[in-house]
């Protein structure tokens, strides 16, 4: 088991249907990271927050919306989704120390199936 | 744009032997190097490298990170059929806080 809780392990969805993914971490970690992993692929960063702030959004369809509701806390909401989507959906987090990051820590995932 | 070549791309060993997977990279303004280990789900945290010729070592497992020659290596000795696994390579570059991956190795470990 890893220090980064991600919930549920597994979702099918329809393309019509809204659900959330969930992410939590009790490291004091102030940056919290959503990748995507397609199957034999390496995890591709989506957003980053940096003390519950938007840092990063790498021009992820509007679809996928993040939110930090807590320095602890990280979501995932999904609408509308495509069958291309169906993937691994990993949360992450990692401490700074002034301009240096920290390893990133990966939770388990989401194993996410779009019908 | 930020590059991680990592080598070979899979290797099958026997039980026993000693690998070494290999990493080069192309990024600016380079901060550090990570190793990671990825099973069925998260990848594990297995080494983070900043500065060159300094081993870092934890078990059968040890890596060395050369910044004139941009390259990291990964050793395992002793290999056991636990070790099979992805091993990823990722780079901390200018985008403070991106980690651009390599590709992966994938290891098997045969008994």
């Known amino acids: 088991d890893t220090e980064v809780t991600q919930t549920p392990k597994h979702l099918v969805m329809g393309m019509t249907n809204k659900k959330s993914l969930k992410c939590e971490q009790h490291m004091g970690h102030r940056a919290m990271y959503w990748y995507k992993q397609k199957a034999k692929k390496p995890p591709e960063l989506m957003f980053v927050y940096s003390y519950e702030k938007l840092s990063i959004n790498e021009s992820v369809p509007s679809r996928f919306s993040p939110e930090c509701p807590n320095s602890s806390l990280l979501n995932l909401h999904l609408h509308a989704l495509q069958p291309e989507d169906s993937a691994l959906y990993l949360c992450?987090?990692?401490?700074?120390?002034?301009?240096?990051?920290?390893?990133?820590?990966f939770g388990d995932g989401t194993r996410l199936s779009i019908l | 744009e930020d590059k991680v070549v990592q080598s070979p791309l899979s290797l099958v060993v026997h039980e026993g032997d000693t690998v070494t997977l290999n990493c080069s990279y192309e990024?600016?303004?380079?901060?550090?190097l990570l190793w990671y280990k990825q099973e069925k789900k998260a990848p594990t945290f297995l080494f983070m490298l900043t500065s060159s010729g300094i081993e870092k070592k934890s078990g059968r497992l040890s890596s060395i990170l050369d910044k004139k020659e941009l390259f990291s290596i990964l050793n395992i000795t002793a290999t056991q059929t636990g070790d099979s696994a992805i091993y990823l390579c990722a780079v901390y570059g200018a985008g403070s806080y991106q980690l651009t991956f390599g590709k992966g190795t994938k290891l098997s470990v045969i008994p």
């Open positions: 990024v600016t303004n380079f901060r550090s």
């Open positions: 992450a987090s990692s401490q700074r120390e002034g301009n240096n990051n920290q390893p990133q820590h």
